[in-house]
């Protein structure tokens, strides 16, 4: 493709607002990058929230939802689409992030976490208007639906050709 006689180059991924789109939207860039920034933030908790002299519950809390949950639900609506094994490493996160603000044992069930932080779940079924979303960008990750709508002589700007 080119822009005024200039060759753009042909990439895997993009970043566009911090989420990084691949060419089949399997989302393991983002998902990678997201457990990362996550597990340092979880780091940062565990260090404040020491038993003798770490913060009380309501702080953590606090931190929690300013440091973690931002990261876990921006995007969550398009990235919903990726594989069962990125969702459930990003639910770990939630949930281990979640039994140090609490202070739970290991064994505490997921769902009493987030009940107990009056946190919801971050991935769950798409309804309502995620669902629009969610049939749009299964429409467009179709190689068909692009090849068909979007056919590569279409690609030029007006004025560039």
Do not use: V
């Amino acid at each position: 493709m080119f822009l005024q006689d200039f060759q753009i180059p042909f990439r895997n991924s993009a970043k566009l607002l911090g989420m990084h789109f691949d060419q089949k939207l399997t989302w393991a860039n983002y998902m990678k990058s997201l457990e990362a920034k996550c597990m340092r933030s979880i780091n940062i908790l565990k260090i404040i929230s020491h038993t003798s002299k770490g913060c009380n519950r309501k702080l953590l809390l606090e931190l929690y939802r300013s440091l973690i949950r931002p990261r876990l639900h921006y995007g969550a609506p398009i990235y919903n689409l990726a594989s069962k094994s990125f969702l459930s490493s990003l639910d770990t996160i939630q949930t281990s992030s979640l039994r140090l603000t609490l202070g739970a044992c290991r064994t505490s069930p997921r769902l009493s976490l987030c009940a107990e932080a009056t946190n919801p779940p971050p991935f769950l079924p798409p309804t309502g208007s995620n669902l629009e979303l969610t049939i749009f960008c299964r429409t467009i990750s179709s190689a068909t639906y692009l090849q068909l709508n979007f056919p590569p002589s279409s690609l030029t700007l007006p004025g560039f050709a």
